[in-house]
C-alpha cells in the first residue's frame, strides 16, 4: 500500500477541497477493531477529521448504521458528530421499514427536529426490503419535501446474514421512476453488479452513485489486484454513464482507508476537472455543501 500511495498522481492532489460521501463513525459499530482497515485507527471525531486533512478532505457525510437501537439514538450520535465537526461532517440518519408504520411516523417526526440532516439512508440487504417496498413512500414523500437525497445501500452485505437480494441496483429503477424529482445515491455502484448500477445512473438522471466499499480488508492476499480492478470497474462504470458529473467520492471508511480510496479515483484515466469533481464538485451539489474559497490564479 505504502507503494500505491506514493505514486498518487500529482494533478489529483491539487485538490484539497474533497468531499467524502460515504463514511462511518458510531459507538454501535462494535467489530470495529476487526473489520478496520487497521485495528490501531483512531476511531473518533478527531481521528476521522485527521485522516481527512491529510487527504484533502474538508468535509464527509456521516451516515448512520442500522446498528443503532433506535432512531432516536442514531440521529443523536449523528448530531452530535457533526456539532464536534467544526462543520465539516454532516449527519445522515436512517429507518428500517419492516419495524411498522408507527416507526416510520416517529422517525418522520423526529426528523423535523434535526434542520442539519444532510440525508436519508436505507439498508435492503440487511434489512429485508426492497427500495421499492411501499412502506418506504412516506420517507421518500418527507425527503422530496426537504431536498434530501436518499442513499440506498446496493450490492455485497459486510455480514454474511444480509440479503442481497434485497440489494440489487434494478431494484432501485420502479421507485427512482416513480420519485423522478428526489436524488437516490446508489452507494458502492452496487458492487459487484457494477454494470446493473451503471445502467441506474445512465438511465435515470436522479441517480447518483458512490464509489464506496469495493475493497475488502486490506489483509485479503489479492488486495493490491483489488485496488487495480476497482479503478477498472470505477473508469467502466463512469464511461457506460458516459459523464462524470453524478458520480461521487466515497469511502466507507473505516473500511477503507481514504487515502487508498482516494487513489481509485485520482488515478482514473479522465480529464482533471472530472476527477476532482467525482472528488468533490458533484457532491458539493447534490448535499448543497459551501464552495470551497477560489485558489489564486485558478479560472
Ligand atoms: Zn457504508
Request: charge should be negative; proline fraction near 7%; charged fraction near 25%.
Amino acid at each position: 500500500m505504502a507503494d500505491a500511495r506514493e505514486n498518487r498522481s500529482v494533478t489529483g492532489s491539487s485538490g484539497p477541497h474533497r468531499v467524502d460521501v460515504h463514511l462511518h463513525l458510531s459507538q454501535w459499530w462494535h467489530e470495529i477493531r476487526r473489520t478496520g482497515y487497521r485495528a490501531d485507527l483512531e476511531y473518533s471525531v478527531r481521528g476521522l477529521l485527521g485522516e481527512m486533512t491529510r487527504n484533502g478532505i474538508d468535509h464527509g457525510i456521516v451516515i448512520q448504521l442500522h446498528e443503532a437501537p433506535s432512531v432516536r439514538d442514531g440521529l443523536a450520535e449523528a448530531r452530535a458528530i457533526a456539532a464536534e465537526s467544526d462543520g465539516r461532517l454532516h449527519p445522515v440518519t436512517t429507518v428500517d421499514p419492516t419495524r411498522g408504520e408507527e416507526e416510520v411516523r416517529a422517525a418522520l417526526a423526529l426528523w423535523e427536529t434535526a434542520p442539519d440532516l444532510a440525508g436519508i439512508k436505507l439498508y435492503p440487504g440487511y434489512q429485508a426490503f426492497y427500495p421499492h417496498d411501499r412502506r418506504l413512500d412516506p420517507v421518500y414523500e418527507y425527503a422530496h419535501r426537504r431536498n434530501l437525497p436518499v442513499l440506498v445501500h446496493q450490492g455485497d452485505t459486510l455480514e454474511g446474514r444480509g440479503l442481497v437480494k434485497y440489494a440489487r441496483p434494478l431494484e432501485l429503477d420502479e421507485v427512482a421512476g416513480r420519485f423522478r424529482d428526489l436524488r437516490f445515491v446508489l452507494c458502492h455502484l452496487g458492487n459487484p453488479w457494477v454494470n446493473e448500477g451503471a445502467e441506474m445512473v445512465y438511465k435515470n438522471e436522479n441517480v447518483y452513485a458512490d464509489t464506496s466499499g469495493l475493497l475488502a480488508h486490506p489483509s485479503v492476499p489479492y488486495f493490491e489486484r483489488m485496488v487495480r480492478q476497482a479503478r477498472d470497474v470505477v473508469y467502466s462504470a463512469i464511461v457506460t454513464v458516459g459523464r462524470p458529473d453524478r458520480i461521487l467520492y466515497g469511502s466507507d471508511w473505516p473500511l477503507e482507508e481514504l487515502a487508498v480510496a482516494i487513489e481509485v479515483v485520482d488515478q482514473l484515466d479522465l480529464p482533471a476537472p472530472d476527477r476532482e469533481a467525482i472528488l468533490g464538485g458533484n457532491a458539493r451539489r447534490l448535499f448543497g455543501l459551501p464552495e470551497p474559497p477560489r485558489r489564486p490564479g485558478a479560472s
